[in-house]
């Protein structure tokens, strides 16, 4: 039998439901004659019965379950060893694939060789555009994106270059890097390049391999000519302080991997000053009385985060 053309790999925790949709949407919009499928589910250790499920309902699927949670770079890393078609495509759970999405990403790698990684265009359930281009952040995108500031200045030049609104959302074009809830990779890129940094247990493994990638001579192509459904977060809200913890973490090794020790440290100490702050503000609204659960529950989370140190 013929190698498949396209290997999906997913990696899973705690959503079987979530799962089976996009199981249902990949195997209804996916597999032809001309598009051969090698569907392998990873699942980290997941206790909503994913692993049963899966295998009952998708026998075709290759299911590997984890007894623990190694984190969404180490499963999917696990994913592309098991992997056999010339591609691979790295898919979220809570993603659903839109028409022919699949086909005709293949058939544009087909026709560009030089493209080592091609996203399609994201889209939220309701139909609104997701935005997953992304340039390249600098130490200001850090200091912005994800705290405080960016409510403060929601539309600022940084963000907003960052974000690449300056160019069309349905025009093909090449990005520094994309999203990661779908991104479908070259073997050939990942047999030279390697997989995904494992030192992220989740959040920027796939800016960090966007990057790899171009340097070593890839192109990373944005292609809105492929829609696929994303949900965005279900996995990772279900523990809100390790969402804290494991996204500014992230940011932190990333900064100190790629631009020095010294904007790692900077970065991380802004990061828990930020903390401090929205700790003491959570606080004083709960000694106020106004909405105290939800002040208990931010204040719980952030004080976590300061005792994880961000490290």
């Known amino acids: 039998m013929a190698d498949p053309d396209l290997s999906v790999i997913i990696v899973s925790w705690n959503v079987r439901d979530l799962l089976s949709r996009c199981l249902r949407t990949l195997f209804a919009g996916g597999e032809s004659d001309s598009l051969r499928l090698d569907v392998i ?3 980290n250790d997941s206790q909503d019965d994913t692993a049963t499920h899966t295998s009952t309902q998708f026998p075709q699927v290759r299911l590997l379950v984890n007894e623990d949670n190694p984190g969404f770079a180490t499963a999917n890393n696990q994913g592309l060893a098991l992997a056999r078609g010339r591609y691979c495509l790295l898919l979220n759970p809570d993603t659903e694939i839109v028409d022919d999405a699949l086909g005709r990403m293949v058939a544009y790698m087909d026709s560009h060789p030089q493209v080592g990684v091609l996203g399609p265009q994201l889209r939220y359930p309701d139909g609104r555009l997701q935005p997953s281009r992304r340039r390249f952040p600098t130490l200001a995108t850090a200091l912005l994106e994800s705290t405080p500031l960016q409510q403060l200045l929601p539309d600022n030049r940084v963000l907003r270059h960052y974000y690449v609104e300056d160019q069309p959302a349905d025009v093909t ?34 800016l960090d391999w966007c ?8 192109k990373v192509v944005y292609f809105p000519e492929a829609v696929v459904k994303h949900h965005e977060g279900q996995s990772s809200s279900q ?33 828990l000053a930020v903390y401090v702050w929205q700790s003491a503000v959570e606080g004083l609204k709960w000694l106020l009385g106004h909405k105290r659960t939800l002040r208990a529950a931010r204040l719980h989370a952030y004080l976590q985060v300061l005792r994880s140190g961000l490290h």
């Open 41 to 43: 589910v990873i699942d």
């Open 211 to 218: 990057r790899r990638i171009r340097e070593a001579g890839w």
């Open 173 to 206: 074009q090449e990005v520094d890097w994309l999203v990661g809830a779908s991104l479908l990779v070259r073997r050939q890129v990942v047999e030279a390049v390697g997989g995904l940094d494992e030192g992220y247990f989740m959040y920027f493994e796939e």
């Open 239 to 271: 523990v809100v302080p390790l969402r804290h913890i494991r996204f500014q973490s992230s940011k932190v090794r990333y900064f100190t991997k790629v631009h020095g020790r010294a904007s790692g440290e900077f970065l991380r100490w802004f990061l």
